[in-house]
């Protein structure tokens, strides 16, 4: 139920921000494979890719964890990251390209909200790739969420590919990442975290191990769970996995409140920078995985290369204190 003192409706995943071993090897699988596009490459230390002339859907980085191993069993971190296709012909599409590269899935469910197939990328980075369903499908006339896990009709899905695959290979506009799903230590401690101090609406719980949130309404943006993690450690350090996950919020004032929020609440940042593309706040949740809250300027003001592509490195300091002040000025037009 979305309240005075939710998240703004049209609050969503902005993109993710993994560690990698070999940037390489990952950017030959989201490039490659998922067909995402590369917008900036910085050598063998990073990389930003995207669907759709976004600035970035995807970034990963090697700053800390080249060679590194995966997290621990056990440890808090990454469940998956969901990537959301704009049609069900998408989403059969990027199966199909996958199956036909020998790539092995690990599970496929129909949750009613979307269809989904799970898998890891090459650094066992849990991955959800699905397509929603229309709301008017699982959203009941009270705003109340019908969500569920039957089997998935893999023969109907995949018939949707038959002969297709995307021009030049590459995702379509409209692909994002719908939601991340996070191992956590303890659910009340996260949900805390991500409902009372951020604001997102809780859509479904089970007890202590799991919780599903979002904002306006949508099946869930973040899923919560210690299935694996209860009472877990943050993943050593040079390890692969989670670098930050990004909810970019719909208007600047929208970013200063919720940073304003989380300062009232004794909360810190880590860091922060103005991108040009997006202002960014850096912090993490209570288990330590990383936060950015982000506000994305419109594309017309992005900062671009003389070819027209996003320049993503010409990022700038800002002043937090007046920043969040500007949250109490009244918003004029
Ligand atoms: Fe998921
Ligand atoms: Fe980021």
Redesign the pocket.
Same mark, same amino acid.
Do not use: P, S
């Given at each position: 139920m979305t309240t005075n003192d939710s998240i703004p409706a049209g609050a969503h995943i902005g /993109?993710t /921000?993994l560690k990698a071993a070999d940037l390489d090897r990952q950017v030959a699988f989201y490039h490659d494979l998922l067909g995402f596009d590369v917008v900036q490459r910085m050598g063998d230390q990073a990389a930003f890719l995207s669907a759709g002339g976004y600035h970035h859907h995807l #970034?990963m980085n090697t700053w800390e964890s080249r060679n590194g191993e995966s997290p621990a069993r056990g440890t808090t971190g990454l469940y998956h990251i969901a990537i959301n296709y704009p049609t069900r012909k998408d989403l059969a599409i990027v199966i199909k390209r996958l199956l036909e590269a020998g790539w092995t899935l690990d599970g496929a469910s129909d949750h009613l909200t979307h269809e989904a197939v799970y898998l890891t990328d090459p650094e066992g980075n849990g991955l959800e790739l699905a397509w929603d369903r229309d709301p008017s499908v699982w959203r009941k006339p009270d705003g109340s969420i019908t969500m569920g896990s039957e089997p998935l009709n893999f023969q109907s899905l995949l018939a949707e590919a038959e002969g297709a695959d995307w021009p030049e290979g590459r995702a379509p506009e409209g692909t994002r990442i719908g939601h991340v799903h996070l191992k956590v230590s303890d659910i009340d401690q996260a949900v805390h975290f991500y409902h009372d101090l951020l604001g997102f609406d809780q859509i479904a719980r089970l007890g202590n191990s799991a919780a599903f949130l979002s904002a306006g309404g949508y099946h869930h943006h973040l899923g919560l769970n210690t299935w694996e993690s209860a009472g877990g450690q943050p993943p050593a350090p040079g390890t692969t996995g989670l670098y /930050?996950l #990004?909810i970019n919020y719909p208007t600047r004032e929208d970013l200063a409140r919720a940073v304003k929020r989380l300062f009232d609440n004794g909360w810190a940042i880590d860091g922060l920078n103005d991108h040009g593309t997006h202002m #960014?706040i850096y912090l993490h949740d209570p288990d330590f995985n990383g936060i950015?809250l982000a506000w994305d300027r419109d594309r017309s003001e992005w900062p671009r290369n003389p070819d027209g592509s996003v320049n993503l490195f010409g990022g700038k300091p800002f002043d937090i204190q007046e920043f969040v002040a500007s949250a109490d000025r009244p918003v004029t037009a």
């Open positions: /993109h /921000h #970034a /930050h #990004a #960014a950015e």
